[in-house]
């Protein structure tokens, strides 16, 4: 198990028009998805972790475009499907379990026929063995009295139950692959934890290989096999997850390790950071988008190609600095 | 769904004016029943007259019961305005999701076809259209549905927009949930209660508009009865019998007023201004 990617993306490149102009949000994006697998990915507030997710989905905005690249699933462009063909994979074999859980359901419609109706888009079953698999499901997400909660708005519940709901949902279709865009960001603390347990708990139970979302960097270090940091488009840094927290290559991993909350205070050695803003990356040329922001940059930084480089197995840096 | 039962009833203009509009609605359905003489039976012995026990309003220039006339022309009125609503509705319903949800070319063709149409005003352009199909209840109903259905598809069409953007229409897309699906199941609830809102705000215009047709005699035709046509009818006859003019104008004006406060009523109680 785990050796067969499901998913691989290769190359992926994302323009989005705007009104001034072309960005290009994602940039030579390549990862794969295997089974039972946590794929982590991490990065700032536009750094392109959305938009690749969405096109996994081929939901993209109209304003964005894949100009360049493939996304393989079971060894099938998932950029040539047709929109019905898409529609049918959607939910049943790449489910997405959604940022902000408040806002994903429908508040005039009960818990219950959410689910109901999108176990019934995909299976031909009756409304009356759709509920029997909703109970099951919730109460595998340790959801007290299920029975009721089908019966429930989605403003009785709260964000952690609706999440949990969510994810009884995604995982009721026994997808393949999962993505969960920053599933726990909206939730405090004790939520996250049992949100996190139990996404393990369906890795291991069903074999799901899972696309983590998240700019939280201990929701990574619990869950990841392996993690992507993505930067101005661009994913900086691959490595195993405990690779790439003990020995971080690119500078800008460095500095988003280091501006974690410690329980001891440290000086911050990330002034130059935070004093010069993000990156414009409208009509930017192929310079490292770190450039600007970098402490250890120099003259040689500015002709770099950007390429990919292996410094150990698995571990792939894309900077002429890393140390 | 209780809060909104509250809110209604404790609306005073509200329970007045449903009050109007349930009674209009009797008018409209009985006639028969309620009317005290055959509105259409012409009695040249006793035109002009004041109110009698036997003709509660009077009669007209041709001898007509005015009350009779009055309840018979609820029914021609209120029945078109709202069947003028609803096939309105029904054209603008489904074009205005479609274009809003479709979004693209389809709804920038759309919305250019409708900045062309709104360019002229409603009523010239639904008297041009009388003016080529030739006058009559059903062309004129026909008429308004084709100049109208433009200002509510684009309206709804808006509500589209705002709501296709939700969270949770996102939601059922990445479940794979069918378009239509979601339109019918997802969209529709969440724009309905705004479109009744403005389906009843706007009703009283429709019979205003109707009225003001019949009253150039571009509606129903004679011996019909209908408020506006009546107005038209009491006009040589002004200075003699003034009430002639003023019993169709106050069942306009009130069915009106009862309409609109209906609506703002209603859109008050659905609260519909903080969404």
Same mark, same amino acid.
């Given at each position: 198990?785990?050796?067969? =990617? ?34 982590? %990915? ?47 994979? $959607? ?50 997400? !340790?959801?007290?009295? =299920? ?39 909206? %939730? ?18 069903? !074999? ?7 700019? !939280? ?26 690779? %790439?927290?003990?020995?971080?290559? @690119? ?13 001891? $205070? ?11 803003? =993000?990156?414009? %990356?409208?009509? $930017? ?29 698995? @571990? ?6 890393? $140390? | ?6 809110? *209604? ?20 359905? &009985? ?55 609803? *096939? ?24 250019? #076809?409708?900045?062309?149409?709104? /360019? ?38 808006? #509500? ?7 969270? &949770? ?31 009843? #705000? ?55 007023? /009862? ?6 009523? *209603? ?9």
């Amino acid at each position: 198990m785990g050796q067969q =990617p499901i998913l691989t993306v290769n190359n992926l490149n994302i323009d989005v028009s705007t009104p001034y102009g072309v960005t290009r949000t994602v940039r030579d994006v390549s990862f794969k998805i295997e089974a039972g697998k946590v794929f982590g %990915l991490v990065g700032e507030s536009g750094s392109g972790k959305t938009m690749t997710c969405m096109s996994l989905l081929n939901l993209l905005p109209d304003e964005a475009k894949v100009v360049k690249g493939s996304i393989q699933f079971r060894n099938k462009d998932i950029l040539n499907y047709s929109e019905e063909d898409m529609r049918k994979v $959607r939910g049943s074999e790449i489910a997405t379990i959604m940022q902000n859980p408040m806002t994903a359901f429908n508040p005039v419609r009960t818990i219950g026929r959410h689910f109901i109706e999108t176990l019934r888009t995909h299976l031909p079953i009756t409304k009356h063995q759709a509920r029997e698999m909703a109970v099951a499901y919730l109460e595998k997400m !340790d959801l007290p009295y =299920p029975k009721n909660l089908l019966k429930q708005y989605p403003f009785q519940l709260s964000g952690g139950m609706l999440q949990r709901v969510m994810i009884a949902i995604t995982m009721s279709l026994n997808p393949s692959i999962l993505i969960a865009d920053e599933p726990t960001t909206a %939730l405090d603390a004790t939520n996250q934890l049992q949100i996190l347990k139990q996404l393990n708990w369906l890795r291991k139970e069903y !074999d799901t290989g899972i696309l983590l979302v998240s700019h !939280d960097l201990g929701v990574i270090a619990q869950l990841a096999d392996e993690v992507a940091v993505m930067y101005g488009g661009y994913i900086v840094e691959k490595a195993p997850v405990f690779k %790439l927290f003990n020995r971080p290559m @690119h500078p800008y991993t460095r500095v988003l390790l280091e501006s974690r909350i410690g329980l001891t $205070r440290r000086k911050t050695k990330i002034v130059k950071h935070i004093s010069v803003p =993000p990156p414009n %990356l409208i009509n $930017r040329e192929n310079t490292c988008p770190f450039l600007e922001r970098c402490e250890d940059a120099d003259h040689t930084c500015s002709s770099y190609n950007l390429e990919l480089k292996e410094y150990e197995k698995d @571990h792939l840096v894309r900077c002429l600095k890393s $140390r | 769904m209780k809060n909104v039962k509250r809110k *209604l009833l404790s609306h005073k203009l509200m329970m007045i004016s449903s009050m109007i509009i349930f009674i209009m609605t009797l008018l409209a359905l &009985f006639p028969p029943f309620l009317a005290p003489n055959d509105p259409n039976l012409i009695d040249i012995t006793h035109k002009l007259q004041g109110s009698s026990s036997k003709f509660p309003l009077g009669t007209d220039h041709l001898g007509r019961c005015i009350l009779s006339r009055l309840i018979y022309g609820t029914r021609t009125s209120l029945g078109t305005a709202f069947l003028v609503m609803g *096939l309105t509705m029904m054209i603008s319903i489904p074009l205005g999701i479609y274009a809003g949800f479709r979004g693209g070319w389809v709804d920038y063709l759309f919305m250019r #076809m409708c900045d062309i149409l709104m /360019a002229f005003p409603s009523l010239l352009l639904s008297l041009a259209l009388i003016g080529i199909l030739g006058p009559g209840l059903g062309n004129l109903i026909l008429a308004m549905v084709l100049v109208h259905w433009v200002f509510y598809a684009r309206v709804i069409r808006g #509500m589209v927009l705002s709501v296709k953007e939700q969270n &949770f229409i996102l939601a059922a897309k990445v479940c794979g949930t069918p378009r239509l699906v979601i339109v019918i199941k997802h969209i529709l609830p969440a724009i309905i209660s705004q479109v009744v809102v403005l389906v009843f #705000m706007d009703i009283g215009g429709v019979v205003l508009a109707i009225s003001s047709f019949s009253f150039l005699g571009f509606g129903i035709q004679p011996p019909g009865a209908e408020w506006g046509m009546m107005i038209n009818d009491s006009k040589p006859f002004f200075r003699n019998a003034p009430s002639l003019m003023l019993y169709p104008g106050m069942m306009i004006l009130i069915v009106v007023v /009862a309409f609109n406060l209906f609506g703002e009523a *209603l859109r008050d109680a659905l609260d519909l201004r903080r969404e």
